[in-house]
């Protein structure tokens, strides 16, 4: 076997297992209690038992068999997931590790738990343009091929357009699905297309930042560069007024989002580098499941 093959296996496996044990152990109940299917199918009419829904009761069979017999519905899911990953050269930026490879932990464990409830999973990989786009299967051959692109695809662009992307998805997905957007949101407005979009299916946004993005330490001075343009600028970091001022401006972009999703009614999830993800996921499922109630 070539030895880059046996690094794409070793590599996709060590994923695999990092984010298959919390998706056993947190997020793949509330998946399936959030995420419902179509709807349900008769499967069968059994005896009526203690603590059973009366409104299951079938009056017809009861009546012929002079004992309350109900009927038995299965779910019927058939639901199709989509993950949006933003690849942009802005998500190469980490104080510990970088906010894409902490997406993809996270576009993993949401993968694993679809896979887990029999859903069909697809991904669009994005940049200013979707570069690339994987339809949506089962099984566990789709999911190698889905791990291994997340970790060893390499974009063509740097910058970033979710309005493009978003714009194009919507002409590509037409049947109604569950989309998950993995991205940093350093992207210009993008709620026209967002708004066309949820109207046809359920977006979840997952906002991925790194603390280093909010909180600049005193250092001296740095060359600070944007990953995505390429501008450079030299920052005075022991100026706690630049310190100050840089922290207000990045709380403000942060509160801007979430105000425009709040408006949009769409739901978002903000997580951070240097903190479990699984935590704000498990909040968010909670929230989600007694909303549905």
Request: charged share 35%; with cysteine; hydrophobic share 40%.
């Amino acid at each position: 076997m070539p030895e880059r093959v046996r690094e794409v296996i070793k590599n996709v496996r060590k994923l695999e297992i990092k984010t298959q044990r919390m998706v056993e152990g947190i997020i793949s109940g509330y998946y399936h209690s959030v995420f419902k299917g179509r709807g349900i199918e008769f499967s069968d009419i059994r005896e009526y038992a203690a603590g059973d829904d009366i409104r299951a009761i079938d009056w017809n069979v009861t009546a012929r068999m002079n004992a309350p017999f109900v009927k038995e519905f299965i779910e019927e899911r058939d639901l199709t997931v989509y993950i949006i990953l933003d690849v942009s050269a802005s998500n190469e930026f980490g104080f510990e590790r970088r906010k894409r490879d902490y997406g993809v932990e996270i576009a993993a464990s949401l993968i694993f738990s679809a896979l887990a409830n029999n859903d069909s999973v697809g991904m669009f990989l994005c940049t200013s343009v979707v570069e690339e786009f994987i339809p949506p299967r089962k099984g566990r051959s789709h999911l190698f091929k889905l791990l291994r692109e997340m970790i060893y695809f390499e974009p063509e662009k740097k910058t970033t357009d979710l309005n493009n992307c978003v714009r194009h998805i919507s002409n590509v997905a037409k049947r109604r699905s569950i989309m998950f957007v993995v991205s940093d949101f350093f992207t210009e407005d993008f709620e026209k297309s967002l708004g066309i979009l949820k109207n046809r299916h359920e977006v979840i946004l997952i906002n991925v930042s790194d603390l280093r993005e909010s909180d600049i330490p005193d250092i001296g001075y740095v060359m600070l560069e944007d990953s995505e343009t390429g501008e450079q600028f030299l920052a005075d970091t022991s100026d706690a007024g630049f310190r100050g001022r840089y922290a207000s401006l990045m709380k403000q972009r942060n509160d801007d989002l979430f105000e425009r999703m709040r408006r949009l009614k769409v739901d978002m999830i903000n997580v951070r580098t240097d903190q479990p993800f699984e935590i704000p996921l498990r909040r968010f499922f909670r929230l989600k499941e007694r909303r549905m109630r």
